[in-house]
């Protein structure tokens, strides 16, 4: 789906990731940064992991990975689909985090369906034999179950079937990750009010060709995902900034954790059209992990 999106061209404004059923709504931004000081503190033994823990992936490969990340930005008019400002802030931010994390980054921009489907079939080919991880980063448009190129939508199991167990053989046992920022539906989410008071690596196994994918969406399905037209998404934001803070640290679901509730607590929708304002919004995660991830610190 299309977005709402700011009607000044260098506003600040919250956007959804989804049809436009309006002309350019304006839109505050009220999405807050969290500080260093409001960061958990994180135990000291939490802070190295055995690479013989065999809940632990072995991520001392000679190279982490590929980080493939598909920034659409611009779509063709067949698909009512508006251009997505703040996404290239999420790409730059996103290929930043990745890099210093050790990934080679890649960055791709306004894909077509076609393009996309070659892209990620290409990259599922590869050698990945001497890497320890794979991860896709999607900024795009869309809606449940399905990934916008910039000529219209594709469903997302097209795009992600290619490294599956029995489609890519040199990425089996290892994490595949990918972080999904789009919409996964028309819902939005009004919020409510709270009151406080190893097995040695010569072991031959059969593993499920679904094994060892994390799928991290920046909402929960059916809902709008939020994009701030000069900030950048709330997801992305969040999910490179927790990943700076606790990487080498904390386990990927861990970090993940932690992103659902800055998301969560930390942003919050401003704007003029009627029945915009005022929203929330919470990150959705499906694993099927089968051991920790410890991302190098």
Known sequence: MA???DGEEHSEGDTI???AFWK????AATGRSTTAEEVDSVHKSSTKVADSDSYCYKMDYPRLGVCL?????NFHKST??????????????AKKTFTDLGYETRVVNDQTVKQMVKLLWNVS???HGNSASFVCVFLSHGDEGVIYGTDGPEKFENLTKFFKGHSCRSLIGKPKLFFIQACRGTELDAG?????????????ERIPVEADFLYAYSTAPGYYSWRNTFNGSWFIQSLCQILEMYKGKLDLMQIMTRVNHRVALQFESSSTLPGFSGKKQ??????????DVYLPG
Do not use: Q, Y
Request: net charge negative; glycine share 2%.
């Open 24 to 27: 350019k709504p304006s839109a």
């Open 80 to 93: 009512r689909m508006s251009t997505r400002d703040g996404t290239d802030v999420d790409a730059a931010l």
């Open 192 to 204: 409510a009010c709270t009151e406080t008071d190893s097995v040695a690596e010569e072991k031959s």
């Open 17 to 19: 990731d989804a049809l």
């Open 3 to 5: 977005e709402f999106h």
């Open 282 to 291: 919470i990150p959705c995660i499906i694993s099927m992990l089968t051991k």
């Open 69 to 73: 990340i598909i920034n659409n930005k």
């Open 125 to 127: 080919k590869e050698d």
